[in-house]
C-alpha cells in the first residue's frame, strides 16, 4: 500500500514538474485528485498505468489523456508518458493571470533530466505566445524550448512561434491620448 501512495505522488511530481519554474507554488501542497476508467498498478514494476478519459487535477494544474503511464526507479527518480487525442495540459503561471497550456499526442517526461517533450502536433501557449512544432521539448531547469517541424515519423512540417508585443500601460496611456 505504501507503494501505490508513493506510485500516486509520483504522478503527482511527474505532471507538476514540467512546469515548476512557472507553475503556481501552491498547487504543490494540493491534493491530487485522478479520475480514470481504469487503473493498473505494479508495486514490484514501479509502474501504473492509468487508462480512459484520464483526468488529473492539482490546484490549477488539470491535465487531460486518454492514458497515462508512470515509472519509478530505485533512486526514486521517475519517467512518465500520457497520450491522447490530444493530451491537454494547463496550469496558472505564478504570479500573473495567466496559464501555461500545452497540447501533443504524446507527452514524454523524464525527471532525471527534468524535460518535457512534446511530439506530434505539440504547441506550448503562455498568456498570448505560443508555440508550435512537430516536436517541442522543454527544459524545465534553464526554462527553454527546442522545437522542430518534423515529428518523430520524419513528416517534414514547420515551426511556428507567435510572439506579441507586451503593452506598457505607460506607452498606452500615451497613445490614447488626443
Known sequence: MKTIV???LLLGMTCLAPS??????????????????????????KTAVYE???IFTQGTLTMNA???????????????QATGQPVYFR??????????????????YDARTETMKLIGNAFI????DELRGGVIVYDVRSE????????EDNKQGRVRAMIRPRSQPDAEGAQAKP
Open 144 to 151: 527553454r524550448y527546442q522545437a522542430d517541424g518534423a515529428s
Open 91 to 108: 496550469q496558472k503561471v505564478e504570479g500573473r493571470d495567466e496559464f501555461l497550456e500545452a497540447r501533443a499526442r504524446r507527452i514524454d
Open 66 to 80: 486518454d492514458r497515462i503511464e508512470v515509472h519509478q526507479d530505485d533512486a526514486g527518480m521517475s519517467a512518465g
Open 6 to 8: 508513493r506510485t500516486v
Open 52 to 54: 480512459g478519459n484520464v
Open 20 to 45: 515548476a519554474a512557472l507553475a503556481e507554488k501552491a498547487d504543490r501542497s494540493r491534493p491530487i485528485q485522478i479520475e480514470a476508467d481504469s487503473v493498473r498498478m505494479d508495486d514490484a514494476q
Open 125 to 128: 501557449g503562455r498568456g498570448s
